[in-house]
């Protein structure tokens, strides 16, 4: 386990106390088609970060099965292909059911080293994945889930949609925890729906490793008022199985085994728009900073996107929390008269 990588950004000074926490972002490539030893992986570093101090712990986006970079499941217009139903017949193998034994072992491991955890995962529902965010307590307790609701490109043919019943933000002694995946931080109304949510701890596990990347990121932190944390896996293609529909990104030149093929960048930025620790654009590793939350209410004097800086008679935003599923059983109440007893007419 690598840890070249490691950053600590203490708080600046203040004339009145304000609460400070320790958050710490794993920059590292799944174990691929291996899910238990993934797991294992995440267990040391969640061991790491903890000895240090950290009270949050922060994965990428699809740690936990894969963000199956440069493969195409023999997938093309019109197109269908043998070896591409077996690469995602064992992609679905990796994938995991939420809730299920290794979501109870995730939460165990968040009980044991009393850290507050998101963790990036690709959930089966049936046959269906999604491309998830889980949350725990530090009581070992699954708070629940997020499912990215618009999966980018290719992914649309892999992972289906979330819908508005996970868009959580947590209320925890650390502040108010959410998460939005990818590029759907990209997407100003879901932004705007965890900020009306009140979100603080500002999480975006990601699989965009790009410098334009970290733009969005500085502009989430400021607009948000909150802390963000852009957590994304760092992999070298080695780190993937064999494919023979391998495709390399046109984003690098060298093409070998050795190439970095996920390049990183995981960041902290504060609501002042300070980048507090990271970005990591060279190895595995934790990126950490404290946090003062004090920060939050000195960012919003000028700007509270949600507040003072709204115009609702303008402009509003509704959101639809309902579940949507595509078979709903509605059974028929017979009301069956009881005749027992003979009835006087």
């Known amino acids: 386990m690598s840890t070249a990588s490691k950053a ?4 600046g000074p203040s004339d009145s106390p304000s609460t400070i926490i320790r958050a710490t972002i794993v920059q590292a490539s799944t174990v691929y088609n291996d899910t238990p030893k993934t797991i294992e992986k995440a267990g040391e570093f969640i061991a790491q970060a903890a000895s240090d101090g950290a009270q949050l712990v922060v994965f990428p986006e699809a740690y936990i099965g894969g963000y199956p970079r440069g493969y195409r499941f023999g997938i093309g217009v019109g197109v269908h292909n043998e070896a591409g139903r077996d690469c995602f017949r064992k992609y679905h193998a990796s994938a995991i059911v939420v809730p299920g034994p290794e979501v109870d072992k995730l939460a165990e491991m968040a009980r044991k080293y009393k850290v507050y955890m998101v963790m990036g ?52 002694p650390l502040g108010k925890l959410g998460a939005a995946i990818c590029w759907e931080n990209r997407m100003p109304l879901l932004r705007t729906s965890l900020y009306g949510k009140g979100v603080e701890l500002y999480c975006a596990p990601t699989a965009d490793g790009s410098k334009e990347w970290q733009s969005s990121m500085m502009h989430i932190a400021v607009e948000g008022g909150c802390f963000v944390m852009s957590a994304c896996q760092f992999c070298l293609r080695k ?37 507090l620790a990271g970005p990591n654009f060279e190895s ?15 960012a919003k004097l000028y700007f509270d996107v949600v507040g003072h800086y709204s115009r ?17 059983f509605v059974s028929k109440s017979v009301k069956v008269e009881d005749d027992s007893e003979p009835q006087d007419k």
């Open 284 to 298: 595995e590793g934790l990126i950490t900073a404290d946090l003062d939350l004090g920060d939050i209410a000195r």
């Open 239 to 275: 780190d993937f199985p064999d494919h023979d529909d391998y495709l390399f990104t046109d984003w690098y030149e060298d093409q070998h085994q050795d190439a970095i093929v996920s390049q990183g960048g995981s960041v902290i930025i504060s609501p002042l728009g300070k980048i």
């Open 312 to 328: 609702p008679d303008i402009f509003n935003l509704t959101v639809n929390e309902n579940q949507r599923k595509p078979v709903t």
């Open 121 to 172: 995962a690709i959930e089966k529902d049936g046959y269906t994945l999604y491309c998830t965010a889980l949350f725990f307590s530090s009581e070992g307790r699954f708070l629940g889930k997020h499912r990215k609701v618009m999966p980018t490109s290719l992914e649309r043919c892999i992972w289906g949609y979330g819908d508005g019943s996970t868009i959580p933000v947590y209320d925890t």
């Open 8 to 11: 600590t950004t203490p708080a």
